[in-house]
């Protein structure tokens, strides 16, 4: 079953419309016997917001795993502007511009936000040779300029000088951010961004990804379904390794079979 014609409403135009940033043709994953991700074709629209939902073990973090390359595919193809990359490595990938934000911490303690994040900026740039070292220098005050811009854009600029591990739960999902912003990716995979935050970190969090969505392309795992109907302007759900919908949050309100399969059960 394609993912084409899954959908039940079709007034509205297609929020996939124009050249997506990232494609997948028949992509499979499996785990012996277990079809995590079972022959999904999506599209990911450029510069837009992408959430995918779906019941839990749906698959949603398998497809991650396989944007990212973490996982290689079983079957099947995915295309990151223009290219294909199942199989490519994940180092790789980030240097393309294709990242991901982790919810496990993937900072150092204890050191300030600023020098994780300057640390960052420099990571995707330099290897680890003689040579890189030189351009590591040369590149440093590069890095703290970059460092500055993002502390600001995620509204870390106040805290920058204390360690991360002095940082509260909300402040450090911001440094999270802001590491993965050093990489300037240009497709950004979040997963779960809101989990286990306050309605109130919850508020300025979904605030810096309309923000960051202003010149990134997203797309965000997201259990909050209020999240998701207000941020994204385009949705796949998955049931069972398969994209079972996808469309305008509009268009997924109204599938029965979404609400069927997910909402209903809410
Ligand atoms: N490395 C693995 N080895 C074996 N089975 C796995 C592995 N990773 C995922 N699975 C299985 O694949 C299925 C899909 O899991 P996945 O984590 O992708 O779902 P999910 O939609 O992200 O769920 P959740 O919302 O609970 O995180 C599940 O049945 C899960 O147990």
Redesign the pocket.
Known sequence: MTTNDTMDVTTEPSPTSGKPILSTDGLTKR??T?T??DDVSLEIPTGRITSII????????????LFTGK?EPTAGRIDFRGNRIDGEKPHYLVKQGLVRSFQITNFFGDLTARENIRLATQAPHTGFGPRDFLTHHRNLDAATESAERILERVDLSHVADETASNLSYGQRRHLEIAISLAADPDLFLMDEPTAGMSPEETGEIVDLIEEIAADITLVL?E?DMHIVMDISDHIAV?NE?TVLAHGTPDQIRNDERVQRAYLGSE
């Open positions: 785990f012996g277990l995590a991700v779906g019941p839990n073990g749906a698959g949603k973090t398998t497809l991650f795993n996982y795992i259990h998955m390794g």
